[in-house]
């Protein structure tokens, strides 16, 4: 049982971390890099969970989300072509492996129509 604990601790750091980078550089994305900490630390620890929600870094990237409310048109834009990069560079590696393919094709699909459709759009925050 411990093991597993430290292990999601090790994951939500990871997670953490990469989403931290993923919030300032343009081509990472933070969202998935920050819901896997957030998943990570509410296995580990409730007060790790508790710091982790209570961050800034959670607060303006995952907490709409996580509540339902959905994301901003940025986020949502920020995603899709992070993810379309990664994935046609991906598509471009399998050019030996059709079934490969079709399938990177029809995540990547399903990935759009999801963001596009499935995921509330929020008005931007005010500054």
Known sequence: MKAKKILFIVLGCIGLGLGAVGAVVPLLPAFPFL????????RSSERLHSWFINTKLYKNNLESYVKGKGMTKRTKVRIMITVTVLMTFGFVMMHQVPIGRIVLAAVWLFHI????????????PAE
């Open 35 to 42: 819901l896997l900490a957030a998943y990570s630390f509410a």
């Open 113 to 124: 129509f999801y963001f596009a459709f499935g995921v509330k759009t929020l008005k931007e």
